[in-house]
């Protein structure tokens, strides 16, 4: 079994930063790409940002230039920088991972999530 575990959200006033960061846990080979989601009160979940093993990045269009994600294969750890925070960037960030299990099965896995919320 593979757990998701996540850390550092909290409250921080507009113009401030956070950094989010998830560890995978458990029976994992290989980790492929992992991924920070978010959703807002009564709106769908979406995504923020994703990285390949070879940390090859993508980011939804809101957040370029001032969100960064980044990972430490090692440590089975996905990081998000988070710079310059909006009110509209206040939402349940949840991580996700892509993983191969140590039995060779490959499965998607989701963290619990973490408030991040920003006072205007």
């Known amino acids: 079994q593979v757990q998701l575990v996540e850390s550092g959200g909290g409250l921080v006033q507009a113009g401030g930063f956070l950094r989010l960061s998830c560890a995978a846990t458990?029976?994992?080979?290989?980790?492929?790409?992992m991924g920070w989601y978010r959703q807002a009160p009564g709106k769908q979940r979406e995504l923020v940002a994703t990285?390949?093993?070879?940390?090859?990045?993508n980011y939804q269009d809101s957040v370029k230039g001032r969100f960064t994600i980044s990972r430490d294969n090692a440590k089975n750890t996905v990081y998000l920088q988070m710079n310059s925070l909006k009110p509209e960037d206040t939402a349940v960030y949840y991580c996700?991972?892509?993983?191969?299990?140590?039995?060779?099965?490959?499965?998607?896995?989701w963290g619990q999530g973490t408030q991040v919320t920003v006072s205007s």
């Open positions: 458990g029976s994992i080979f290989r980790i492929n790409a």
């Open positions: 990285i390949t093993h070879g940390s090859i990045t």
């Open positions: 996700n991972a892509d993983v191969l299990t140590g039995g060779l099965s490959r499965k998607e896995y």
